[in-house]
């Protein structure tokens, strides 16, 4: 609890970020690798001379009418025009993926200073996308992830730095407001060790829950509530019964600091406990005069208020991400065509391509948050099968279908077995290739 003062205290809106409205895009890979693609968004990042159609002031279809194309959305209405309401559309063709422009950026958080923190990369769309010919078949693989500008490493240091900086805060805070002869210094080293112990198994929970499908900040609150109560803090769920869980967190803030803080070697209790209380902002809220003592510690630590302010919000974007992703509702709804049979995707299958040419279509629909903190791919891999050379080389189709495909590629994961098949492909060494297939 005291760890999170150092944010908490600032009055930092943590996870409020701009509302960047939903972002909608269909792209069609095509067979020779070049992509056109279609983006629908409130406004568009990026170099605006790098698409070949744009149309400005169209309404905006929202995540939920994905069945709705694109073309279809019509012009906007002057009234909602005038209230700035409308969007972009535009359109690109592209000699690859590399090509497109990075049209997607989320609007920062008000309580980042990236500008202050090289570390805190802004969330943004990043591509992976590859096109082999294997001759027999040729395979497409796309991945495009939604970033979240941070990840569990850069959240882990975090996290323990916001310890070792919000001890000796918190100490020098009850020091001076308690006055001569209090010592803080055994809750500072309870911070260090048990309360280091105690955020950690809490970030663990954290990334375990957002591994997981689900709304991330429901899951594990059972599992938060099991951590507190080996830590000695038995609440009832909060969601059940918040004053019972409110006023068991202040229940065991007062036995810890009656524990760890003295006055004149005597355990704190009485008016001073009280004092405690009201200057940590435990009981809900802080006496008056409380901003103007943390602020105060903020200047001598730090050299300046402000100096305090820009690291709290630096660290919150380190840990939360420099765009405010957990605040904002809005939906990715992209619909993405791939050559060919579909093999695998984490999206929803629209159509899983033929052998005759029809592509394949998946739609990949999230909100903004799911990309906290791991990032959001979306992924597609397709074939396109060659049996016209098959039969020149072998005299027969020995990869003639998905299961085929995927038992090929499966083995040309192996990079000294794809490097000895191309090599025999370049050749048109068709025993070569007949035995590697074996």
């Not at 279809?61 to 906007?76: E, G, M, N, Q, Y």
């Not at 920062?108 to 202050?116: C, D, F, L, T, V």
Request: with cysteine; net charge negative; glycine share 8%.
């Amino acid at each position: 609890m005291f760890a999170a003062r150092l944010l908490f205290s600032l009055g930092l809106p943590l996870l409020i970020g701009c509302q960047p409205g939903d972002f909608r895009a269909e792209t069609e890979l095509n067979p020779d690798g070049s992509v056109t693609r279609t983006v629908q968004q409130k406004r568009l990042a990026g170099d605006a001379d790098a698409w070949d159609e744009r149309e400005d002031e169209v309404s905006l279809a929202s995540a939920r009418d994905w069945d709705r194309p694109l073309a279809d959305v019509p012009p906007l209405p002057a009234n909602r025009r005038a209230r700035g309401e409308g969007g972009v559309r535009a359109t690109g063709r592209f000699a690859s993926a590399d090509a497109m422009p990075h049209a997607v950026e989320l609007p920062i958080a008000s309580y980042s200073n990236i500008q202050k923190d090289a570390e805190v990369p802004p969330s943004r769309l990043e591509r992976d996308v590859t096109v082999t010919d294997y001759g027999v078949l040729t395979a497409y693989e796309w991945e495009e992830t939604l970033t979240a500008g941070t990840d569990p490493v850069r959240m882990e240091r975090t996290r323990r730095f916001v310890l070792e900086e919000s001890a000796p805060l918190v100490q020098a805070v009850l020091e001076q407001e308690l006055g001569q002869g209090t010592d803080a210094s055994a809750l500072s080293e309870w911070v260090l060790t048990v309360g280091d112990d105690w955020t950690a198994d809490l970030l663990a929970a954290l990334l375990e829950a957002a591994a997981r499908p689900g709304p991330l900040l429901n899951a594990p609150a059972d599992r938060m509530r099991e951590i507190a109560r080996h830590y000695g803090l038995d609440a009832p769920d909060p969601r059940d019964d918040p004053k019972a869980a409110a006023a068991a967190g202040r229940a065991f803030a007062r036995t810890l600091l009656a524990e760890r803080v003295t006055v004149d070697g005597e355990p704190l209790a009485g008016a001073k406990l009280d004092r405690a209380m009201e200057v940590l902002m435990l009981n809900g809220s802080g006496p008056a005069g409380a901003a103007a003592l943390w602020n105060g510690q903020l200047v001598v630590k730090y050299g300046s208020q402000q100096a305090g302010h820009d690291l709290a919000g630096v660290l919150t974007a380190r840990f939360f991400g420099p765009n405010g992703l957990l605040g904002t509702g809005e939906s990715f709804a992209y619909r993405h065509r791939t050559p060919g049979l579909l093999l695998e995707t984490n999206g929803s299958i629209l159509s899983a391509g033929d052998a005759d040419g029809e592509s394949a279509e998946v739609l990949f629909r999230f909100e903004i948050r799911d990309a906290w903190p791991f990032g959001r791919p979306m992924t597609a891999r397709s074939v396109v099968l060659h049996p016209g050379r098959q039969r020149e080389w072998f005299g027969e189709v020995l990869v003639g279908d998905r299961v085929a495909a995927l038992q090929f590629l499966e083995r040309m994961q192996y990079e000294h077995v794809r490097t000895e098949w191309l090599t025999a492909m370049e050749a048109g060494d068709a025993e070569a290739m007949r035995k590697i297939m074996k």
